[in-house]
């Protein structure tokens, strides 16, 4: 996570929370700095959900003034599947857009109520990313940052809860950034292009495609693919971009 800097706030609370969605609890971490926070970020993680890396990204991004929380993306299922990605991605059908809808605005409405924040971000990596695009429709948010999200939603995720697709609500879309890399497998240049016709009478939507780069190349430095110089420059884009400065 070192590409994400640390900001010049020391003083930090890092707590796990649960939030009870839906009659589901969902385990939530919540970051905030000492004094006001100068805006609010809710994290929908990638397939892999609420873990250490994801902390430490909410405790990192609360050094800039943000007040964060983190969700688990899995816990409104009746049957949440265990930490191996392979079960996470089975069940990726069985996930609700509303569900999942309705769980960003929980995490959204803790940070209003507990942190006072008058702004409130979402940004996704993997997975959340093609769930930021689907939550950036709402009313709920203020602006939208998505990491490699998929533009269409993957054959092997399509259930009866996948309802909104990106390109059918890309008018409605707050404030957008989306980061690409030109390798990604899951953006292919086709739906990128597309994206990019969708946003075309938009001027508060970005698209940033970075040569060479492969799918996750921001967010999990441990990753072979990921890249720290330009993973910094997104990080500091994406600080701008909800409100840091």
Same mark, same amino acid.
């Given at each position: 996570m070192a590409a994400l800097r640390e900001g010049p706030v020391y003083d930090v609370t890092v707590e796990a929370r649960t939030l009870l969605v839906d009659g589901h609890e969902v385990p939530t971490v919540h970051a905030r700095p000492d004094g006001m #926070?100068?805006?609010?970020?809710?994290?929908?993680? $990638? =397939?892999?959900?609420?873990? #250490?890396?994801?902390?430490?990204?909410?405790?990192?991004? &609360?050094?800039?003034g943000l007040a964060v929380s983190v969700i688990e993306p899995f816990a409104g299922l009746s049957e949440p599947p265990g930490a191996s990605t392979e079960a996470r991605m089975a069940q990726v059908k069985d996930l609700d857009d509303t569900q999942q809808m309705d769980i960003l605005t929980a995490a959204a409405d803790l940070l209003v109520v507990e942190d006072d924040v008058s702004r409130v971000s979402v940004l996704g990596f993997c997975m959340g990313g093609h769930y930021v695009f689907k939550a950036a429709s709402l009313d709920r948010f203020d602006a939208a940052v998505s990491f490699y999200g998929m533009v269409r939603t993957p054959e092997g995720w399509r259930g009866p809860g996948h309802r909104i697709e990106p390109l059918d609500v890309a008018a409605e879309m707050v404030p957008t950034l989306a980061f690409f890399g030109s390798n990604d497998p899951y953006t292919p240049p086709a739906d990128i292009e597309a994206l990019? &016709?969708?946003?075309?009478?938009?001027?508060?939507? *970005? =698209?940033?495609?970075?040569?060479? &780069? *492969?799918?996750?190349?921001?967010? $999990? #430095?441990?990753? $072979?693919?990921?890249? #720290? *110089?330009? +993973? +910094?420059? +997104?990080?500091?884009k994406t600080l701008e971009w909800v409100g840091t400065s």
């Open positions: #926070p100068v805006a609010g970020v809710v994290v929908h993680p $990638d =397939i892999g959900g609420l873990r #250490p890396l994801f902390e430490d990204m909410a405790r990192r991004l &609360a050094t800039h990019r &016709a969708a946003w075309s009478a938009r001027t508060d939507c *970005e =698209i940033v495609v970075v040569e060479g &780069a *492969e799918h996750g190349f921001v967010h $999990d #430095p441990d990753r $072979d693919v990921h890249r #720290p *110089e330009d +993973a +910094a420059r +997104a990080w500091e």
